[in-house]
C-alpha cells in the first residue's frame, strides 16, 4: 500500500507489481478485534469504522496500482514520448480510466 502512494507522489510506477505479489486479499478473519469484544457502544462503531476504512484504502490502492502502471509504464512513456500530440495521447491513455 505504501509503494503505491508513494508512487503516485513521486509520479513513477510502483516498484512493487501485481504480478510479483502473492498476498491473499483480506479476510474479515485477518482482524482480531471483534466489535462484541468492546464493552462500549462507541469503541465497538470505531472498530468497524477502522475494518471498513482500511478495506476501502486496499481498494483504492489496487485501483490506484492500475491507473499507476498504465500511466507511467516505460512503454506508455514511449508512446507518449512519440506521439504528434503529447498531451492528447496522456489524455487517451487516461480515458478509459476514469
Known amino acids: 500500500m505504501q509503494d ?5 507522489v513521486y509520479g513513477r510506477p510502483p516498484h512493487i507489481s501485481l504480478t510479483n505479489w502473492a498476498v491473499q486479499p483480506v479476510v474479515n478473519g485477518d482482524f482480531p478485534e471483534n466489535a462484541a469484544d ?3 457502544e462507541d469503541g465497538s462503531t470505531e472498530v ?3 475494518r471498513t476504512l482500511f478495506s476501502a484504502m486496499i481498494t483504492l490502492s489496487k485501483m490506484l ?3 499507476l ?3 507511467y509504464s516505460l512503454k506508455s ?4 514520448k512519440h506521439s504528434y ?14
Open 38 to 40: 468492546e464493552d462500549e
Open 69 to 71: 502502471e498504465d500511466l
Open 65 to 67: 496500482s492500475d491507473v
Open 4 to 8: 503505491t502512494w508513494s508512487a503516485l
Open 48 to 50: 468497524e469504522k477502522g
Open 77 to 80: 512513456e514511449m508512446e507518449i
Open 85 to 98: 500530440d503529447s498531451t492528447k495521447a496522456v489524455l487517451e491513455r487516461a480515458k478509459p480510466i476514469q
